[in-house]
């Protein structure tokens, strides 16, 4: 083979079938500076004729799924090299990187485990192949990609040489096992969400059918097969334990030793350092990126603090419809900073590694003694707080430690009060020592507030006055995991297990995992309808907003209370007391057990735009924000230009997102702004659910690249047969 230094010298290949592999392909050995590779050049636009060879290899038909990728725009290099890259993608077989059969040395052993995020065809099936490839769209010559095999054999064995999957693996799994018709990541991933979330056999094996003849057409053999795999898979995740071992600790270590890909953080207990486990999917990673990017993080913070061995820390992201999607957990006692830092770091250089530009604009937590500074030094960006666990924490313990509704809704306004005051400067000890003497008569609440507030209410409210407050659509949505995973984890049938934490991380990994899956999948593909309708009215924000101006009456004198009338019984009306106010108190059912509800959300929606009404607790921290701006710099200097130049360019942006979240037709708006928004597209593409085969993203390529592959499967299908 010769070898080669400049990417000049390497001739363009275009092999004339419709589909291509690499042994259809001369290679050249080509050396830069750092390494030497087998290269092929090819025309981009025939990069998956060449990917879907690739997958049809008769001794190892596999799928190649991107492991890493990176993008750059045109014009962004001022100076490069000829095989500087426009967009990078790792190709890597379906059968690895990771080996799921312990020890790597000898052939995988039979035992495996079933894993939410594994994207094979099988879902026992991460062997340890090594079989991966680059392929590098070029900068200088954007209609070239230039494929890279970094080993010079091109065979997919583990790495210890072995062949490790196709009819040459001669540990195959069970018989028949190598002539399933392969199935997509994203069926897979839908199927055993229909698994996991308890829906009948007989319906998942429906959807599993339908997914699949979207790709290799009707025919009972594979009808058949499919239903083999729906069984299995069945009992397999039935089987599916979370105790890999009697002792917590030990069962633990070993999920996180098969578990790589989706721990970003893992540190064992030890002397000089506490447990601390950070699981996020590869699915999850995908969904921080896509959402959080330019936009705000969220934690549900302190999870099952009393319930839990270790509490549960949940990272949140706003999705395309402002409801809480939950991308990273994180399973530790330790909230001190440099433990923090730690897994935070991980965090983030996690999403960086994929999207180099990946940054967030806001960072919400939910506990006044949280440490900011990790926050601040790694996301760098500011840090708000959402009122959402104090107001639910005395919500709850009002309702339930006093009897009286009038006692309750009064105790609750006197409290939104005092957290209101704080820009009043009104003494708060005072006040709190007249509520003390008001409700001299209610002692289990006043011990309670005593025993668990008064101590630390000093540090709550300096933090809700200093860190700019998030809004209450931020704090239903954050509220409505809080209920969901608490639905999830605490129903009754766990209890012996909630001091376990590889129970935790398997139900969070399995369940929870998939049932939003299934919610976004859902609601981006269309199918499933009553799982998007459920989905969509998750939160009191959405629910709130299907109510009309109509059902709402205030009673304008005092401002004590406003009636909402019940769209499903007209003469039961709701009574929301201290209306206009995030401490207002609605008699419903909902609301009683300490949740934000629709009642309250629509009362401070008509509330807000009266004059007579006080603004929320956001609204007024948003316009402090803006007098403070107002006031900077102080003479008619050049920084005051600058000054201007600033705020410009930020009420632009501003002025783009009202458009965005308050225009029916996108479309006119996306139209309307300049070519960056390009870039964001591309970003969507990262995140949407991967499909059957990653193909580069030129529409064109795609749908001939859907032609080819339907043909493709049939003739693999009958070669297999
Ligand atoms: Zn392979
Ligand atoms: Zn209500």
Redesign the pocket.
Known sequence: MAIVESILDIPVQDPPEEEFCSVDLTWTKFRNSEREDDVALIPYERVDAFIIGECSNVE?P?RFHIERGRKRSLGSLKEYKNDEYLEYRMYW????PENYGEGGGVLPSRRYRLNTRNRAARPQSMRG?T?HFVVKRLYARPSLALIIYNYSVRR?VNKSGFV??GPLDRDAIGPGAKKIPYICNEIQQQTMSMIYLGIPEENVLEKHIEGIQRYCGSNAKVNSLASQYVHKLGMIIKRSTHELDLDDQASIRMWVERNKKTIFFYQDTSEAAPFILGIQTEWQLQQMIRFGHRSLIAVDSTFGIKRLKYPLCTLLVFDSRKHALPVAWVITRSFAKPDMSKWMKALHDRARSVEPGWKVSGFLIDDAAAETDPIRDIFCCPVLFSLWRVRRSWLRNIVKKCNNIEVQREIFKRLGKIVYSIWDGVDTFASLEELAQDFVDQTTFMEYFKASWVPKIEMWLSTIGTLPLASQEASGAIEAYHVKLKAKLFDDSHLGALQRVDWLVHKLTTELHSSYWLDRYADESGSFQNVKEEYIASTSWYRALQIPDSAVTLDDQDHLFAKVLSQRDSNLPRLVWNPGSEFAFCDCAWSMQGNLCKHVIKVNMICENRKSYQPSMSYQSYKEILMNLWKKPMDDSVSLDLSMAWTHHMLDQIQKLVELTSSSDIGTVVNNLPLKWVSKKGRTYVGKPSSTLPLPSSSKGMKTAAVRKKNRKRKRLSRLR
Do not use: E, P, Y
């Not at 077989?93 to 690895?96: I, M, R």
């Open positions: 190892c596999t077989c379906s059968f690895g192949c079989c997919h490790c999957h």
